[in-house]
């Protein structure tokens, strides 16, 4: 009777089996559909710089610096944007400040800052600088407007506190100069931005203006302050939204239902934006809304990390677009952005032909339904 022994496997066989399987389940994954890396933790500094080089356009124009949002009702908006939209995805926006005020509502994972203006990038690289180097609201005041802290100031101090101890303070102009140069410091030696000369001329021209001015300024103040660098991009003119509102108001205005929710309304505001812009996570970028490259650079990266927009904040740049008749190529570019039935276009006054807003100048906030909307963009357009 033969007697059936099991046979032993060479080594080279048994890599061999594995090597198989390894093939197998490669295959299966990949014939399922690859799956894409989530939205990164944090940038590294090098990631940061290359994804708002890379997205950008040619620097452009607009008739205002924007150093401040004109917008004096943008957080009645808040409570009906929190029903519709979902938190925790990425959040798309153009402007200054206000921005933060609805990321601080939405907590994104992250924020992408679109602006025809490349003095809007610096400004936002001014801000980035200003958050990491700030422990709290009172610190982030005193280095914006360049003035010594007062005495009393705490994490449990309301806005209106905080705005009104730096409303009697003097701005410093060592204090300025000091505080420029650890700004400075802060992007081109710890994170090792390649800032040009450019560069540092819009963020000393904003900082120069912020202590110029202090909490009081308003959206038209810079007129006054002389001819801002090429870099910014502003070509002077009729600015529009001339109402005087300024910084501290909009920083201590509520939803129109009592509640404020501006950034800098408490400390969790505050935090919850500084460790965004700690991990490189808040990214401006240079774009025309009505050009070829920056909304569809930024839905191509979106994609690849699997990310979902939640909200994208137009302001009202929209009606520009229709005046150069350029609203059709944005509505192609916006297409292309990772949306599903809860992301939300968000509008200041008059918006685009299928905006339902009815309000003038840049007041009147109102949302849109991005899949909705964008739906009228021919296939051929896309």
Known sequence: MRIHRPSVRSPFTIVAVFLILACCASYLVLSAGAVAPPVPARLTDQQFWNLSRDSSEEDGYFRSDNLLSNETSFEHIIPQLLQAAKQGRVYLGVGPEQNFTYMAALKPTMAIIIDIRHGNLDVHLLYKALFELSK???????RLFSRKRPDGLTAQSTAEQIFDAYAKVQGNREFYEDNLKTIEDQLLKK??????????????????NYYRFGPSIN??????????PEIVGAIGGNRGGNNMVNYGTLMTADDGRGERRSFLANEENFLFIKDLETRNLVVPIVGDFGGNKAIRAVARYLK??????????????EQFLVQDSK???????????????????????????????????????STGNMRSELSHCSAAQR
């Open 191 to 208: 994170h090792a931005f390649p800032l040009t000369d450019g560069d540092r001329e819009g963020i000393q021209w904003a900082l120069s």
């Open 219 to 228: 959206y038209s103040s810079s007129l006054s302050a002389g001819r801002p």
């Open 136 to 142: 709290d609201r009172a610190d982030f005041v005193s």
């Open 304 to 317: 690849s990390v699997d990310a979902t927009v939640s909200a994208f904040y137009l302001s009202n740049v």
């Open 327 to 365: 609203w059709d190529t944005f509505c192609a570019s916006s297409a292309m952005l990772p949306i599903d039935d809860s992301s939300i276009f968000i509008r200041s006054g008059r918006g685009g032909p299928y905006s339902l807003s009815t309000g003038t100048g840049v007041q009147d906030s």
